[in-house]
């Protein structure tokens, strides 16, 4: 059972949206920052956001982030095939470490 | 180019042991804390242990605490997880991976090294 409580799936059509929730409490997202990795089948976890809503310089702008209270929000527009992966949230707990969400895999229709 | 390279893993019995090495180029390793974290077969990620860049502070999560220890060598740019006692709910690829970004958020990831623990 994971600290963070994501949706196990989520679909879209090719060019569409999708956005993927992650749920926690006040002692991890309430008072932390949150981040976003996306996992390709076979591959290392990739970071797609940082600080609740910053993106490192590769990643386009097709991918976003929110937060609000104790929970946060993964947004992707321009659906493509390629973005087929399970995506991860993640953040610091206040019992001192690192935890992540249970992960969401989206398939893209 | 920046590059962690995880090695060790392998097939070990229960209650063995087993020790992961991480090594670090492209970046001053240094100055970074660093982190592993696992992924079971079939199953999502889960934080095992981070250090500081001296090595002063580090944290674990309740399910190895007491049988992991996680080090660095910041001379020859490398991290390091001694695994003891080790269970079958340890098998996972561990993957090491720098907090290079704000927020504690990991830019940086090996392609992960697979322990298996199994009589």
């Known amino acids: 059972q994971s600290v963070l409580t994501q949706p196990p799936s989520v679909s879209a059509a090719p060019g569409q949206k999708v956005t993927i929730s992650c749920s926690g409490s006040s002692s991890n997202i309430g008072s932390n920052y949150v981040s976003w990795y996306q996992q390709l089948p076979g591959t290392a976890p990739k970071l797609l956001i940082y600080?609740?809503?910053k993106r490192p310089s590769a990643i386009p702008d097709r991918f976003s982030g929110s937060k609000s209270g104790t929970s946060a929000t993964l947004g992707i527009t321009g659906l493509q095939s390629g973005d087929e992966a399970d995506y991860y949230c993640g953040t610091w707990d206040s019992s001192l470490i690192t935890v992540f969400g249970g992960g969401t895999k989206l398939t893209v229709l | 180019e920046v590059q962690l390279v995880e090695s060790g893993g392998g097939l070990v019995q229960p209650g063995g042991s087993l020790r992961l090495s991480c090594a670090a180029s492209g970046f001053t390793f240094s100055s970074y804390w660093m982190n592993w974290v696992r992924q079971a077969p079939g199953k999502g990620l889960e934080w095992v242990a981070n250090i500081k860049q001296d090595g002063s502070v580090k944290y674990y999560v309740d399910s190895v605490k007491g049988r992991f220890t996680i080090s660095r060598d910041n001379g020859g740019n490398s991290l390091y997880l001694q695994m003891n006692s080790l269970r079958a709910e340890d098998t996972a690829v561990y993957y090491c991976?720098?907090?290079?970004?704000?927020?504690?958020?990991?830019?940086?990831w090996g392609q992960g090294t697979l322990v298996t623990v199994s009589s």
């Open positions: 991976a720098t907090t290079d970004y704000g927020g504690n958020a990991a830019g940086c």
């Open positions: 600080e609740n809503n």
